[in-house]
């Protein structure tokens, strides 16, 4: 079936900002036979676990990585070159092992697609994808969220 990047937080990894994972039962199933890579782009961009919560301001990860928008910690730090440095390791490593598809953790200022928090810090969701799956998908490899999440 083909290699498949995933969100790590999805293979068990306690690698979210929380510093806990997602893994489920309907993630497994969905990778069931295929060949997985697990990889977290905050993690790889330099971020710590467990870390503040982060979200996009200004628009969404296809802004960010056009420059027109941030990723902000509820601090107000930016982590926006974090975000796009993990982008681009996650990208690379899915070329590296031929994947022409990713199952990301939904609503993530990372790995989110179709669906992403405001900058608000309040929980509302708007249309968008985070940076990693906007540069994924600027690349040629399918983005679809996580089922179940």
């Known amino acids: 079936m083909g290699t498949i990047l995933v969100s790590a937080c999805l293979r068990g990894v306690p690698c979210r900002f929380d510093g806990r994972h997602k893994a489920s039962s309907e993630v497994n199933e969905a990778l069931d036979g295929h060949d997985v890579v ?3 782009p905050e993690v790889a961009g330099g ?3 467990p870390r503040r919560p982060a979200e996009l301001v ?3 990860g296809h802004d960010v990585l056009d420059g027109t928008a941030r990723v902000v910690e509820d601090t107000g730090r930016d982590v926006t070159a974090e975000f796009v440095d993990g982008a681009r390791r ?5 070329q590296h092992a031929g994947c022409t598809e ?3 953790m939904p609503r993530s200022p990372s790995c989110g697609r179709g669906a992403v ?3 608000s810090f309040t929980g509302e969701l708007v249309p968008g994808d985070g940076v990693t799956a906007a540069l994924l998908s600027r690349n040629g490899i399918a983005v679809r969220p996580a ?3």
């Open 38 to 40: 697990s990889f977290c």
């Open 90 to 94: 996650a990208l690379a490593a899915a």
């Open 117 to 119: 928090y405001d900058g």
């Open 47 to 49: 971020l710590v676990t």
């Open 102 to 104: 990713a199952l990301l």
């Open 58 to 60: 200004g628009g969404d």
């Open 147 to 149: 089922p179940g999440t």
